[in-house]
T-cell receptor, first 115, second 115 residues
């Protein structure tokens, strides 16, 4: 059974600071996803990581994947208030497509960036 | 938003009544999913579909059934709603982002309260 653990579950940051959210998963997978969710809203796709060593960056967010360690990180650089949201990682079961693409989600990290 | 709509967006119902939630997509995607989101649990897969009349169970399928008679519509039915089914329900489709990156895109969600 694939399990996905995120930590921390709650994160309060000051603007301008850096921090990292961790996502560990229990069995082999070739795809990992990061999503953002604002309160009362749907999920927005941030990153898709497909291979060991993959690194993607968008603005102040950078995601990386280490498939050997079964670990992904979401690094926040110089946080701003607009980054306040809940961030989810999700790991795909099996290969891309259909049932093989079913996602197992972590419980989410609620990020609050304070001035 | 990947052309996904959900209806109704909000519903209050009583224990024991049947409830049907609808997910509609406009872009002819083959794969569709139903998730529920509860505090402390992230998102959990209820059922998914890999084509018309082709469906399968997810992690938390007990008490739910689905149907897909047309590519564009994926229906989730609670045969006899219980208070434990109070949740936010998200529909998702699987689509390619870029050349090879397949990811899931989520609808706006349906908030269901079972009294």
């Amino acid at each position: 059974e694939l399990k996905v653990e995120q930590n921390p579950l709650f994160l309060s940051m000051q603007e301008g600071k850096n921090y990292t959210i961790y996502c560990n998963y229990s069995t082999t997978s070739d795809r990992l996803y990061w999503y953002r969710q604002d309160p009362g809203k749907s999920l927005e796709s941030l990153f898709v990581l497909l291979s060991n060593g993959a690194v993607k960056q968008e603005g102040r967010l950078m995601a990386s994947l280490d498939t050997k360690a079964r670990l992904s990180t979401l690094h926040i650089t110089a946080a701003v208030h607009d980054l306040s949201a809940t961030y989810f990682c999700a790991v795909a079961l099996g290969r891309a497509g259909g049932s093989q693409g079913n996602l197992i989600f972590g419980k989410g990290t609620k990020l609050s960036v304070k001035p | 938003d990947a052309g996904i709509t959900q209806s109704p967006r909000h519903k209050v119902t009583e224990t024991g009544t049947p409830v049907t939630l609808r997910c509609h997509q406009t872009e002819n995607h083959r794969y569709m999913y139903w998730y529920r989101q509860d505090p402390g649990h992230g998102l959990r897969l209820i059922h998914y579909s890999y084509g018309v009349k082709d469906t399968d169970k997810g992690e938390v399928s007990d008490g739910y059934s689905v149907s897909r008679s047309k590519t564009e519509d994926f229906l989730l039915t609670l045969e006899s709603a219980t208070s434990s089914q109070t949740s936010v329900y998200f529909c998702a489709i699987s689509a390619r982002q870029g050349i090879s990156q397949e990811t899931q895109y989520f609808g706006p969600g349906t908030r269901l309260l079972v009294l």
